[in-house]
């Protein structure tokens, strides 16, 4: 089959890299440089298992049908599907995902093939699919949300959790291009997972199709619950800070119980990155009147877990002042979400910074992938010894060995040396 894939960031390329394992794929993208690097087999984004999937094709190890390119006729033209995976950054103001780069590919699309069948797997608002397809009198629509995380999102592709299409149960034809969807991420899946045993006792890749907005609403409900889980072990540890205690045990014998689990109870300094901000607020918005008090609170606590980090930081400012530096440096060690991530978008050190920047406390950022003298009005160093020894608090999200010479005056809350 011919498939198109519409964005390069992590969703796009990943998927446009598994399925051009048994396909003919062309990315398109409107950066020349991407594009550029991608025909010359370089990944554009961080992710080794992307690297790795091109190096092989670039050696013949693994040939992929794959081409990059800033052609949209060349792409959409005579394509069996079409897969949407543009930024729909949350807009504050509207209460509302800004989906204008999905309606653009859309028509982009139409312009050049009327019956390719649209796939978007950008993240939208529940109910979105059903309005687009009305909206653009547009049969040939579906959804999929994906369940990737930064850094690592074409190995999640080859080892999905679940595949789910959406589509219009009363639409017989919708259903069987959405079925035929599925097949074609499970076959680019990595070999192994055809014969994976599954909690429930069953076989192979979980697979759902189900109708667009219950698509959708998966999407929104799953990462909110990820969002609850980093909220409520940031909530115990404020409090166990607070209260004097350990932190590190209360958490393993809390996990010890096996309906919990170790999954996402590493403190942060927030939840943050592509998804997890995002997604929680559209699903508060979605909640328009339909009661509901604990996604608003999720959200909530993402605020007040940065304003106590915050208090910390201030609190360690005013110490090192007590012990008579005048003005006391904060460093912040990367911008960076997570480790293995070049994602600096909505990650949870940068409210923190801005918060104790907004109380007079200067900061210098160590962010050796960002080519700028300095961020939000914060110097920028590429050099780690002299990061070292200006900053005189040095605040990470996550801990990095590069820091074990100055660990006295390191401030994480990373109590488990992992995302």
Not at 143 to 151: A, K, V, Y
Not at 221 to 235: G, I
Not at 323 to 345: C, E, Q
Request: hydrophobic share 35%.
């Amino acid at each position: 089959m011919k498939i198109a894939v519409a964005g390069t960031g992590y969703v796009g390329l990943s998927v446009a890299l598994l399925l051009s394992q048994h396909n003919e794929v062309h990315a398109l993208d409107i950066v020349p440089e991407k594009v550029e690097l991608l025909n010359n087999g370089k990944s554009p984004i961080v992710d080794s298992k992307i690297t790795a999937f091109l190096d092989a094709d670039r050696s013949g190890e693994r040939p992929l049908d794959f081409q990059a390119t800033l052609d949209p006729e060349q792409a959409y033209t005579g394509a069996d599907y079409a897969v949407i995976a543009t930024p729909t950054n949350y807009d504050a103001q509207k209460n509302y995902f800004d989906t204008s780069s999905v309606e653009a590919a859309i028509e982009a699309i139409r312009k050049y093939d009327q019956t390719a069948w649209i796939v978007i797997k950008s993240t939208i608002p529940v109910g979105y699919t059903q309005q687009i397809r009305e909206r653009f009198h547009d049969d040939r629509i579906l959804f999929s949300p994906e369940f990737l995380r930064e850094g690592h999102a074409l190995y999640d592709n080859l080892h999905p959790s679940r595949i789910v299409v959406g589509a219009p149960q009363d639409d017989a034809e919708a259903v069987q291009a959405a079925h035929t969807f599925v097949d074609l991420l499970a076959h680019g899946a990595a070999p192994e997972e055809k014969d994976r045993v599954n909690p429930d006792g069953s076989r192979g890749i979980p697979q759902l199709v189900v109708g667009t907005t219950e698509a959708e609403a998966i999407k929104l409900f799953a990462n909110t619950y990820l969002a609850l889980r980093v909220a409520y072990f940031n909530e115990l540890d404020t409090y166990a800070e607070s209260r004097g205690l350990n932190t590190h045990e209360i958490i393993k014998g809390v996990c010890m119980d096996p309906r919990i689990r170790d999954d996402y109870n590493n403190p942060s300094f927030g939840y943050g990155g592509y998804c997890l901000p995002k997604d929680t607020k559209q699903l508060l918005a979605n909640y328009d009147k339909v009661p509901q008090n604990l996604i608003e609170a999720i959200v909530e606590s993402n605020r007040t877990r940065k304003d106590f980090i915050a208090y910390e930081i201030e609190e360690l400012v005013d110490r090192a002042k007590a012990n008579g530096i005048a003005k006391p440096v904060v460093g912040v060690y990367r911008l960076t979400m997570k480790s293995g991530s070049d994602n600096f978008r909505q990650s949870a050190i940068q409210g923190v910074m801005k918060r104790i920047k907004s109380r007079g406390i200067e900061v210098v950022v160590y962010e050796p992938t960002l080519d700028a003298p300095d961020f939000f009005g914060s110097k920028v160093t590429h050099d780690l010894d002299s990061f070292k020894r200006e900053a005189d608090v040095i605040i990470s999200n996550r801990w990095n060995d590069d820091l074990t010479d100055v660990a006295g005056k390191v401030y994480t809350r990373d109590l488990f040396r992992r995302d």
